[in-house]
């Protein structure tokens, strides 16, 4: 365990010393996956792999040429060499600090992973005048599907074959009818019946093959592309995450449409259609031009039908998806508030925008359905009657002696494969109608900003002392009028301050604008002198504890939810945190301790546990600034007291400390008192000169 968390902590510093932000995500869920018992440079090659980035390059001895390297000792684990001093010692750091080491104690042991290939490409576009695009998500898969193209190759190659198999039958057919039966032939008809057995088991073969080919490229691309929409989703700001749940959801789920429309039997169709035409030309040089123009005239009429309904089935589509994501959110929402629906006896009410939302959603798919239905009536349509002018035209011709018998049947069992494909063009034509809004729902994800919005090579700075500055910062939700303006702002590192004011004065939003999580429509956030959009999300997440008044549980254990994000510390720094916190109680009274079952939302803890959870997961997360939303607003008096103590020891330590609350225990801890109303501060100061003002101005007080 010790070796990974080193491993993982040398990676992370690679990518800050290289200029560059590494997938924290991905990085923790491959060295998680690692063997122990593998060799280090073995293990650093798998997660390399795994994350996507260049194969590391390994080297006998340390080069300066290409530093920072990574480097394995038996004594110090991972380490990152950095340097190499006058006497020829190589200077190197670990999470334990500098050291210095012998160029013989790292042989065999060294190597190069570059986490900046994409900038050093960027670097590049950018000398050539290139302006960088955003990604999108029909970019990401295009990308996709060109890193699986090999199969899809390989599985269009097999359908190609199996349609040129399909001539064999039909050919078959014409040499029986026309030469084996006439001449009595047993010995011929035993060769050819070989043959096309033959034929047929190869097909069947080609079949399973492509099938194979086909389960890769879906579950390649499924992985890919689910882990990239779920990635988009995690980094949107919070500020940016759409209100409603259940449209969000139908819009991630859109990707599926997406996915199974360009990995399953498009591809097929789009390869069939070729050989449709290759057919076309055969039945014309085996039989006449006539009989080939039957099945093309068809063909022609079905692809006509389906590109004049595919406009309408598109805005039926998107109107289908709108509704569908309407009628989710409702459900999400009425889940996650039933407790409150049946307190207000307010679910008659949900009850009625549900029947709405569910009969406008059943004509919206019943308007679909006819619409689609058509299509496949008119194609089947089609195609019986193609088969039947075939056989019409074919009967005359033959009657004529321009063709022969066996060559009427191998133009009719030809005209077969010839209109399957053709006549699958309309329903395909469908089918893109839906991916197609499946597709723009994703990209109205894919629009919203996210953290470090524009930012290429975000900051990755090694300490942040906490020195905020705001000016002249607006915030609004939507086209509202703005819930906090701060013409300016400065907090020094150390400080520790209050936020107080009445309900709905900004107080929180303020706090989420000093943590990242929002970002201001006008105005500038620095902190240290950078400005706080600059700086990773990543980073600003490990150096910034922020507390949130309605913290979240998720299901799984309650080791799961301490350590939510953070790497295992091991047991012994947990209790001691637990300890600190008072929150052994809560696990000691339980039968299986860190091992108790979490349900979704905390369900079984209450708001005075889960917020317990929460301020304990903050204290094993070790920040240098402390971010608090009314920490102990559902905390008996004795758990206040013991967190409060807490807190007193992290501010004595010089982190910066800013809390709201409504509490007037809490104003003990701090120095400095901001006191915001009517969206606005309306007073700031020293702690005794800012209540001695609220005491004379009773219209001011600090109620939350």
């Avoid at 122990?36 to 194969?55: H, T």
Wanted: with cysteine; aromatic share 4%; proline share 5%.
């Amino acid at each position: 365990m010790i070796n990974k968390i080193q491993l993982e902590w040398a990676m992370l510093r690679m990518a800050q010393m290289q200029g560059a932000v590494a997938d924290v995500l991905a990085l923790r869920a491959s060295v998680a996956s690692l063997d122990q018992a593998d060799a280090p440079m073995l293990q650093l090659q798998k997660v390399a792999s795994q994350m996507g980035l260049q194969a590391p390059l390994y080297m006998d001895q340390p080069d300066r040429a290409h530093l920072p390297l990574l480097g394995h000792t038996a004594q110090l684990g991972w380490v990152v060499l950095v340097d190499c001093d006058p006497s020829g010692q190589w200077i190197l750091v670990n999470a334990d600090g500098q050291h210095s080491l012998a160029p013989t104690a790292l042989q065999g042991q060294v190597a190069l992973i570059k986490f900046n290939a994409q900038a050093d490409a960027h670097k590049l576009s950018q000398a050539m005048g290139e302006k960088p695009a955003m990604k999108t998500f029909a970019q990401q898969l295009q990308q996709t599907l060109r890193q699986h193209r090999l199969p899809m190759i390989e599985a269009g190659l097999a359908s190609a074959f199996i349609g040129m198999i399909a001539l064999a039958t039909s050919l078959f057919s014409m040499q029986v009818y026309d030469r084996v039966i006439p001449s009595r032939s047993e010995y011929t008809l035993v060769v050819l019946s070989t043959g096309v057995l033959l034929s047929i088991l190869i097909e069947y073969a080609m079949k399973l093959a492509r099938s194979h080919l086909m389960d890769y490229v879906v579950t390649g691309v499924d992985h890919r592309l689910s882990r990239e929409v779920f990635q988009q989703l995690l980094s949107l700001r919070v500020d940016q995450v759409p209100s409603s749940v259940g449209s969000l959801a139908g819009q991630l789920r859109g990707y599926e449409q997406v996915r199974s429309f360009y990995t399953a039997n498009t591809l097929f169709t789009l390869i069939d259609l070729p050989m449709s035409l290759l057919f076309l030309v055969i039945i014309a040089l085996i039989a006449s031009p006539l009989v080939a123009l039957v099945p093309l005239v068809f063909g022609g009429v079905a692809l006509f039908l389906g590109l004049r309904i595919r406009t309408q089935v598109k805005d039926l589509a998107r109107e289908s998806a709108a509704l569908s994501n309407m009628r989710t959110g409702l459900l999400v929402e009425a889940v996650e508030g039933i407790e409150t629906i049946k307190a207000g006896s307010g679910g008659w009410k949900f009850l009625s925008r549900w029947i709405n939302y569910n009969k406008m959603t059943i004509q919206g798919d019943l308007r679909m359905r006819g619409a689609t239905e058509n299509v496949g009536y008119l194609s089947v349509v089609l195609q019986q009657m193609s088969y039947a002018g075939l056989v019409v035209v074919g009967s005359l011709l033959v009657m004529q002696g321009h063709m022969t018998m066996g060559a009427l049947i191998a133009c009719s069992i030809l005209s077969g494969r010839i209109l399957a494909p053709i006549m699958a063009l309309p329903g395909l034509l469908v089918q893109h109608s839906h991916a197609s809004a499946a597709l723009e729902g994703l990209e109205r994800l894919y629009t919203l900003e996210s953290d470090n919005h524009g930012i290429q090579h975000p900051l990755v700075p090694t300490h942040i002392k906490g020195h905020y500055l705001l000016t002249d910062v607006q915030f609004a939700y939507g086209q509202n009028p703005p819930v906090i303006a701060v013409p300016r702002l400065e907090i020094k590192p150390g400080e520790r301050i209050a936020i107080v004011g009445p309900i709905g004065a900004g107080k929180s939003t303020l706090l989420r604008m000093l943590s990242g999580m929002y970002s201001p429509q006008k105005g500038n956030i620095s902190i240290d002198g950078l400005e706080l959009g600059h700086i990773s999300r990543q980073l600003l997440s490990q150096k910034i504890g922020f507390l949130q008044q309605d913290h979240r549980l998720f299901q799984g254990s309650l080791r799961e939810n301490l350590l939510i994000g953070l790497p295992d510390p091991g047991d012994e720094v947990i209790f001691a945190a637990m300890n600190r916190t008072g929150m052994d109680r809560i696990v000691g009274s339980h039968p299986k301790g860190l091992e108790r079952p979490i349900m979704e939302g905390g369900k079984g803890l209450s708001n005075g546990q889960k917020q317990l959870v929460a301020f304990t997961r903050l204290i094993l997360c070790k920040p240098d600034i402390l971010l608090l939303d009314e920490p102990t607003a559902t905390m008996d008096d004795t758990q206040e007291r013991q967190c409060m103590a807490v807190l007193a020891e992290e501010a004595r330590a010089g982190k910066t400390l800013v809390i709201v609350t409504h509490k007037p225990s809490t104003l003990a801890l701090v120095n400095r008192i901001i006191v915001v109303a009517g969206s606005s501060i309306v007073l700031d100061g020293p702690r005794d000169t800012v209540l001695q003002q609220l005491q004379q101005r009773p219209n001011a007080q600090p109620a939350s």
